[in-house]
């Protein structure tokens, strides 16, 4: 069974920094991209950010020049960097795999964290 598990929220004043984590265990052989998006209140779930198995960036305009994504291959992990964080960043943030070879079961799909709060207050 694959588990995203996601670490690194909190509270941080306008201008702060974080760093988010997001492990994949299980019996994984190979992960393709990695990303992640986020829920603000009353909002739906956006888009933010995805890195490919080739280590390509993509971002949200929203988010360019001040988040940066990473990951660890030989730990299964994702890391999103933010900084400069502004009020309009709180949400949730989650951690998203879209397609994960698993040993003995083939290409498994969709998988998605549990999820993490940022605030950012002024």
């Known amino acids: 069974q694959v588990r995203l598990v996601e670490s690194g929220g909190g509270s941080v004043q306008a201008g702060g920094s974080l760093r988010l984590s997001c492990a994949a265990s299980?019996?994984?052989?190979?992960?393709?991209?990695m990303g992640w998006y986020r829920q603000a209140p009353g909002k739906q779930r956006e888009w933010v950010t995805a890195?490919?198995?080739?280590?390509?960036?993509s971002y949200a305009d929203s988010v360019k020049g001040r988040f940066t994504i990473s990951r660890d291959y030989a730990k299964n992990t994702v890391y999103l960097q933010m900084s400069g964080l502004r009020v309009e960043d709180t949400a949730v943030y989650y951690c998203?795999?879209?397609?994960?070879?698993?040993?003995?079961?083939?290409?498994?799909?969709?998988?998605w964290g549990q999820g993490t709060q940022v605030t950012v207050s002024a």
């Open positions: 890195i490919t198995f080739d280590g390509k960036a």
């Open positions: 299980g019996s994984i052989f190979r992960i393709e991209d």
């Open positions: 998203n795999v879209p397609k994960i070879l698993v040993t003995s079961m083939g290409w498994q799909y969709d998988f």
